[in-house]
């Protein structure tokens, strides 16, 4: 479990806040309007009306100490970046910020940003996954039940054949080919050999992906 923390409840960052809560990670959702955030009261772990301008806001909070903090401000262009820049000179591990435009995130990234994301690209929901799941790729989503996703080879089965993976058996989940540096292998046959740094492409329910996702 990862202690987050979403700066900003619009649409995309309501979105993340709720699917980060629903994986079982602890969420600290922040915005200056009473409204937004009461909306998220029963949503989230903790829902806080404050303004993330005044840094003592902030470090009363505690964010320092979150393991990932999320600025998802999207109104107001020069109060996203400011308090993307006052989270990096706070000593916040790893800080994801919100852009609108491709200039807005060359400038996110020059002030440290690890990682920047475009909501009108990246849902919040797809965005949730890549951030806690240290393997996932990408992810899209076929249908409200069925998802396609990319992640990388599980340590534990580096080395298997497709066979004793029994990813269909033991995970519900079914590999639809390998990426393998620039070759893709198609439908890849029981003998073949999973190794450390492959791509998988696996298809399956969202339960399903979830709970191989988790053993991962």
């Known amino acids: 479990m990862k202690q987050i923390a979403v700066i900003g409840l619009g649409r995309f960052g ?21 409204n937004k955030v009461e909306s998220l009261v029963d949503s989230v772990t903790h829902a806080v009306q404050a303004n993330a301008l005044e840094d003592h806001s902030l470090k009363a909070l505690g964010v320092r100490n979150f393991d990932i903090v999320v600025v998802a401000i999207g109104h107001d262009i020069q109060s996203n970046i400011l ?16 852009a609108s435009t491709e200039l807005q995130g060359k400038v996110l990234e020059k002030i440290g940003a690890d990682i920047v994301v475009f909501p009108e690209r990246d849902m919040g929901e797809r965005v949730a996954r890549s951030l806690v799941s240290k393997n996932i790729i990408d992810q899209i989503n076929l249908s409200p039940d069925y998802s396609l996703v990319e992640l990388l080879t599980p340590e534990e089965l580096a080395g298997c054949t497709l066979q004793d993976s029994s ?13 393998r540096g620039k070759d893709i292998i198609i439908s890849p046959g029981a003998r073949q050999v999973l190794e450390e740094g492959d791509v998988l492409i696996v298809i399956g329910s969202n339960e399903k992906l979830k709970g191989f996702e988790t053993k991962t």
């Open 83 to 98: 308090v993307t820049l006052m989270l990096k000179e706070m000593g916040i591990k790893k800080v994801v910020a919100k």
């Open 14 to 34: 309501s979105s993340l806040a709720k699917t980060l809560t629903q994986m079982g990670h602890e969420v600290l959702a922040i915005d200056a309007d009473e």
């Open 167 to 179: 990813l269909r058996k033991r995970y519900g989940v079914t590999l639809l080919a390998i990426r």
